[in-house]
């Protein structure tokens, strides 16, 4: 009876210790969706522009995780955060990827040389279009128009064409307020597969279409820009006023598909022309590199998934929440496992401005182009953010970009 007692209080002893150890659960319910900002203004600005808009779907559920009672961030004041241009809404296009990445070379450029300028979008949209163009022509349709793309496209783009500052060229037609690439995405697409299925493949025409369709919805972008009274070409305002070096820009992701300290292929359909460049290393290694950039002085442009239960758009929060995967548990076989059945998408590029350290958890502060990020309200200074916590960059961001002196020593790997 005595060894009874004895081994029954140590199980529970053993129970009681164990479960102090484990953190708290969370919760997820389905959560209905009143209309937000992407209704109230990204269609109202389509539809007062006289497009037709796309159709207002009822409110619907979702499963998300419950944040009543957790002790999350609630303002952009809690956070070390770095210079930005405020952000931009990219309206009703699939254009992220730039708005994200041009945002982070603003932060760059002042972050070496204290200029604040404000850059084009739109201006590489277009010719990231014509580009894309260019390969399906060039691959015979194997490769399909899109308006996704990843955050080195942005380099390859200014490399060849250069860029301006937004206010030379915004890609906007008189009276619009609001992107809206819905008609012209159609328009290219149904043209480039007639060109497909009758094998029209000579370029020139192809591209000169493709151009006039992109003139019509978004005006044709300058070949020259004024500034200071000085006229010069994109390549020139790039090379003389920014004067950033694209290749001192690096892009990393840790997948274990892929060898790592080596340059390998991020294969994900936005990265079309299939690149090679990106370094890929451990997670531990991301995760380090993300957190030391930030600390000292560099923001990042990350790209991942933002279509999970964690990813609150109402306190525009992100977490995983322990009925997905306790934090601890995170690690290169997850991460991998979720990217390989397909759970794991490569679906939206943001801005990494800032970040908040609270009982040894890392919280980003992240710049958003989205619509989910301004439910707060234009009068709110969370206006356009989000607030990552660091296990959801180490689950659900797959990709980043940032400057290689932040990371000289792990970059020293790879030789």
Known sequence: MRRTALLAFLILFSAAIFAQQMPPKDKGFFKEYQPGYYQC??????????????????????????????????????????WYQPPISQGNTGTCWCFSTTSFFESEVYRLSKKQVKL??????????????KGVVKSRGAIEIGDGSEANAVNRIWSIYGIIPESDYNGMLP????????????????YLKSVKANSAWNEEIVIATVKSILNSYMGVPPTKVKVDGKEMTPQEYLK?????????????????????????????PDNWWHSKDY???????????????????YTVAVGGDVS??????????????????????IDESARQFRFSNG????????HIVGYYVKNGTTWFLVKD????????GKGSKNFGFYFFREDYVKLKMMDFMVHKDAMKDVLQKFK
């Open 41 to 82: 203004c990204v269609l109202k600005g389509i539809e007062d522009f006289g497009k037709t808009a796309d159709s207002v779907k009822p409110p619907d559920k979702r499963f998300k995780v419950d944040l009543t009672g957790k002790d999350i961030p609630t303002s952009v004041d809690q956070f070390t955060k770095y």
């Open 240 to 268: 003389n006023e920014l004067k950033l070096n694209l290749d001192d820009y690096v892009d990393v992701m840790s997948l274990m598909e892929k060898p790592y300290y080596k340059q390998v292929e991020y294969v994900v």
């Open 343 to 350: 759970s794991t998408t490569d679906d939206h590029g943001l």
């Open 175 to 190: 009276g619009q307020t609001v992107y809206d690439h819905t008609k012209m995405f159609n328009e290219l697409d149904t």
């Open 120 to 133: 084009s979008e739109m201006y590489t949209v277009y010719w990231e279009y014509v580009e894309r163009a």
């Open 279 to 297: 370094y890929n290393v451990p997670l531990d290694d991301f995760m380090s590199i993300v957190k030391n950039a930030l600390k000292n002085g």
């Open 369 to 376: 182009s989205g619509a989910s990020s301004r439910n707060a």
């Open 308 to 329: 999970e239960a964690g990813f609150e758009p109402t306190t525009q929060t992100a977490i995983i929440p322990t009925f997905d995967i306790p934090a601890e548990y």
